[in-house]
């Protein structure tokens, strides 16, 4: 299997593969020259249908240092606008000759649908309310590099868990490795059965205390159909990261944000500053995981054993 389409499906040996060679991908970043030859010739496309910059542009950046040739397709200007289907557009790509195609979409299912229908490699840069395996790869490999390890943690994923393809993924990836995960935030916005998968906290306090990692998540309102939320202000004084909760967190607590932050809604300006959060370090170290991502995407064994 030459795809990356999410975090559920493949094994905790499988993540390692491309923490492991994150790791390496990391070193050539901190280099004067950022630049290999590994996707010398390969043709990259980055197809998104909904709005993006740190993906996108960590993607991006991840092929051409690789020294791949790049295109990034506008949905807003491509032919989708003149009634063109997805499979259309996927075919055209294909006579096209993509090698790997990243693509992000506001249907659950879309990447899957592609890679049944292509010969190119698909890299799922996000897909509805399912999964964003990328994020979560990425999240796992700052906490291992800040804390050493990615096994027997204690882990808060605090906010929108309904609507969060970042929570899904980390919930798939981190419980692989016995992690001891707890989830929190507004009773809309917590999915039926969850509990089958993490703890579900009854208030913050109990969310973030003895915490090894909390990851605060975003609040998507383009998601929401209707108020899952009474008012922003009203969200941050129960549910956000401010002063007053982080008596209950620990000095040596990882604070973690996939992005775009919502300053004073999901986390105050002073915790984003703290020593122990990893917000714009989370922004570098997606550069490295996408490369290793690629690279493992266009090798004959790919990631999956």
């Known amino acids: 299997m030459k795809h990356l389409l999410g975090l559920r499906e493949i094994s905790k040996e499988d993540i390692l593969k491309i923490l492991n060679l994150a790791k390496d991908m990391k070193t050539i970043l901190k280099s004067e020259t950022k630049k290999t ?15 993006s910059t740190r993906t996108r542009t960590s993607f991006e950046l991840a092929a051409k240092f690789m020294s791949a040739n ?4 506008s949905v807003q200007t491509s032919s989708v606008q003149k009634g063109e289907s997805l499979l ?7 006579a096209l ?5 990243i693509v992000r979409h506001s249907v659950s299912g879309v990447p899957h649908f592609i890679a049944k229908n292509c010969s190119f490699s698909v890299i799922n840069a996000g897909d509805g309310m399912n999964e964003h395996p990328t994020q979560a790869l990425l999240d796992m490999f700052t906490i291992r590099e800040r804390l050493g390890t990615i096994e ?11 609507h ?5 993924s980390n919930i798939w990836g981190l419980s692989k490795f016995d992690n001891q995960i707890t989830v929190f935030g507004p009773q809309t916005l917590i999915p039926p059965y969850i509990e089958n998968f993490a703890k579900v906290a009854s208030s ?10 909390v990851i605060d998540l975003r609040i998507q309102l383009e998601r929401q159909k209707r ?10 004084k129960f549910y956000g990261l401010n002063e007053d909760i982080m008596k209950y967190v620990s000095d040596n607590t990882l604070i973690m944000h996939p992005g775009p932050v919502n300053r004073g809604v999901e986390i105050s300006s002073e915790i984003m500053q703290l020593p122990n959060s990893t917000i714009n370090e989370q922004v570098t170290n997606g550069i490295a995981v996408r490369m290793a991502v690629l690279y493992l995407c266009t090798r004959k064994e790919g990631i999956y054993r």
């Open 97 to 101: 000759k993509t090698d790997v195609l």
């Open 88 to 94: 259309d557009t996927v075919k055209t790509l294909e």
């Open 70 to 73: 790049t295109t990034s397709i």
């Open 204 to 213: 913050l306090e109990e969310a973030v205390s003895g915490k090894d990692v």
């Open 227 to 236: 108020g899952f939320i009474t008012s922003k202000q009203e969200y941050y």
């Open 37 to 51: 030859p590994h996707l010398q010739g390969y043709s990259v496309v980055t197809l998104f249908y909904e709005n």
């Open 164 to 168: 969060s393809r970042v929570a899904r």
């Open 152 to 162: 027997k943690l204690k882990i808060a994923i605090i906010g929108d868990i309904l």
